[in-house]
């Protein structure tokens, strides 16, 4: 008989006596949506390994990865704004103030170049301390220098304009700023480009007062605003009037406010954050258009709600292979949790760190897909990799896969297990070194998921053997069994299905 739960999502409750489900390193996918009559309606993939790509030496960790509209890599790395290449060299643009924290990026198109080639003029913020812009045609780089520019918390655009929060105090609570649009051009004072986006005058700005508590981050979402508050969510839109570009839409207010400025996704048309308002916060909550939807789950929730902070969550998303998903990471938690829009479930990203031996929060720091592929960002160093599913190591390094299974019970009684097999895609080994003959550990606990026997290695054999099995005869019994399987070895690990052969007492 097939085993219940073991083919499944990240669950693990208050209580793991109830459930335990641990889904780490691998993603589930739902194949019966497209294909009814597969061998498995559902199966768990192992995730992307990483490849080194470029290594920006001795000037701190990536702070930010970015791809513009003329399809060109940039980086902040420490200090320093750099254009990434394609063979993985870089050139350095410019500096900012700071060495540490996140940084946002927005673009334009520049339409006061004489050139007949795309300009884009790419704006950088450090949040709450200085602005900053690159002029791709020019290759100029220059801090934003216009006596009417405040520094702020989060930037977007939207109809031409580059449009910031402004940084929360009493005199600017809900205010957020906006340019000067890209299509008027006009002088400014010496020493600033005369490109029309740097110039920020002081009365351009509104104030979102739907409600008194302070604007976090501004984002954009099917060409309008969305203005994300402490507490509450505002969305205006383009009004195409010079004196007041951007206007509240009526009737759009959700309730649901913003709990950490860096975890907004955008993905898949549909808007993700960690949420907070007045009754509480650490759920997740997305949204297409105006009535946002929770999808986070109550054990992602409970692992939050165990975390000693959650306003430093981070989130960057990215699409494979037509699965769109939506990375959390928590740098003080010390966990990385990722939704699959498509599947609609949860499960964990998680680095193996040989100093510890331990499972720690993914690697990466920041994500951007850039010429059809997907890069992230290192936060140990000033390293960028490529993601890659044919890679079953994080730049050389192990990836330490788990699945933890539901409770196998029967009202209490004894169950004696005759027969455990795991279905795997099978002759995955490699033809030399580790993996030439790739083994799994598997586990089990007859006492809910709170001891563990001692791990059986099993193969699901070497390049070529397509007939091994992942299987054991004679297990005992228990009236409460988990299951569980390590994968750490460098190959495809794919998992289909599990089954026993079991018989109950009386």
């Given at each position: 008989m097939q085993v219940p739960g073991f083919i499944g999502a990240s669950y693990t409750a208050r209580s793991i006596a109830i459930d335990?489900?641990?889904?780490?390193?691998?993603?589930?996918?739902?194949?019966?949506?497209?294909?009814?009559?597969?061998?498995?309606?559902?199966?768990?993939?192992?995730?992307?390994?990483?490849?080194?790509?470029?290594?920006?030496?001795?000037?701190?960790?990536?702070?930010?990865?970015?791809?513009?509209?003329?399809?060109?890599?940039?980086?902040?790395?420490?200090?320093?704004?750099?254009?990434?290449?394609?063979?993985?060299?870089?050139?350095?643009?410019?500096?900012?103030?700071?060495?540490?924290?996140?940084?946002?990026?927005?673009?334009?198109?520049?339409?006061?170049?004489?050139?007949?080639?795309?300009?884009?003029?790419?704006?950088?913020?450090?949040?709450?301390?200085?602005?900053?812009?690159?002029?791709?045609?020019?290759?100029?780089?220059?801090?934003?220098?216009?006596?009417?520019?405040?520094?702020?918390?989060?930037?977007?655009?939207?109809?031409?304009?580059?449009?910031?929060?402004?940084?929360?105090?009493?005199?600017?609570?809900?205010?957020?700023?906006?340019?000067?649009?890209?299509?008027?051009?006009?002088?400014?004072?010496?020493?600033?480009?005369?490109?029309?986006?740097?110039?920020?005058?002081?009365?351009?700005?509104?104030?979102?007062?739907?409600?008194?508590?302070?604007?976090?981050?501004?984002?954009?979402?099917?060409?309008?605003l969305f203005l994300f508050k402490s507490k509450s969510v505002e969305i205006w839109y383009p009004t195409g009037q010079q004196n007041a570009p951007f206007a509240p839409v009526p009737n759009a207010f959700m309730e649901i406010g913003l709990g950490a400025r860096d975890s907004v996704g955008l993905i898949s048309n549909t808007l993700i954050w960690l949420a907070a308002n007045s009754q509480g916060n650490n759920t997740i909550w997305a949204t297409m258009s105006y009535t946002p939807n929770r999808i986070s789950t109550h054990a992602i929730e409970y692992a939050m709600n165990e975390m000693a902070t959650t306003s430093d969550a981070k989130a960057f998303c990215y699409q494979e292979e037509g699965y769109s998903f939506y990375m959390l990471t928590f740098p003080t938690g010390n966990r990385t949790f990722c939704y699959d829009l498509d599947a609609g479930l949860w499960h964990e990203r998680a680095y193996y760190n040989p100093a510890t031996q331990k499972n720690e929060r993914y690697h990466a720091e920041t994500l951007v897909q850039w010429q059809g592929r997907n890069y992230i960002g290192s936060r140990f160093s000033g390293e960028i990799w490529r993601l890659d599913l044919d890679t079953y190591t994080d730049n050389s390094g192990p990836i330490r896969r788990i699945r933890t299974g539901d409770h196998i019970h029967k009202d209490r009684k004894r169950l004696f297990f005759r027969e455990f097999e795991i279905d795997i895609e099978r002759g995955i080994g490699l033809q030399t070194g580790q993996g030439s003959d790739p083994q799994a550990e598997l586990q089990w606990s007859d006492d809910g998921g709170f001891t563990w026997n001692n791990p059986v290695l099993l193969s699901p054999g070497k390049a070529g053997n397509y007939l091994a099995r992942l299987h054991l005869h004679k297990l005992g019994m228990s009236a409460d069994r988990v299951f569980r399987l390590i994968c750490t070895d460098p190959v495809k690990w794919v998992l289909i299905d599990a089954r026993m052969d079991v018989d109950s007492e009386e």
């Open positions: 335990g489900q641990e889904c780490i390193n691998f993603y589930p996918v739902v194949i019966a949506k497209e294909s009814p009559t597969a061998k498995a309606q559902m199966a768990l993939i192992g995730t992307p390994g990483s490849v080194p790509f470029a290594n920006i030496a001795g000037n701190g960790t990536i702070r930010g990865l970015y791809s513009s509209g003329s399809d060109n890599l940039y980086a902040v790395c420490g200090n320093g704004v750099y254009q990434v290449f394609p063979n993985g060299t870089y050139n350095l643009l410019g500096t900012l103030k700071g060495f540490t924290g996140n940084v946002y990026f927005a673009e334009l198109q520049n339409n006061s170049s004489s050139n007949d080639i795309l300009d884009i003029n790419i704006m950088i913020i450090e949040p709450n301390s200085a602005g900053y812009i690159y002029q791709e045609g020019t290759q100029t780089f220059n801090p934003i220098g216009d006596s009417g520019y405040m520094p702020g918390s989060s930037i977007t655009t939207l109809s031409g304009y580059f449009v910031q929060a402004y940084t929360d105090n009493i005199q600017t609570r809900g205010r957020f700023a906006f340019s000067t649009p890209y299509y008027m051009p006009q002088d400014l004072t010496a020493g600033v480009p005369s490109d029309g986006v740097t110039c920020w005058p002081v009365l351009n700005y509104a104030t979102a007062e739907g409600s008194t508590d302070p604007l976090v981050a501004v984002y954009r979402l099917n060409m309008e």
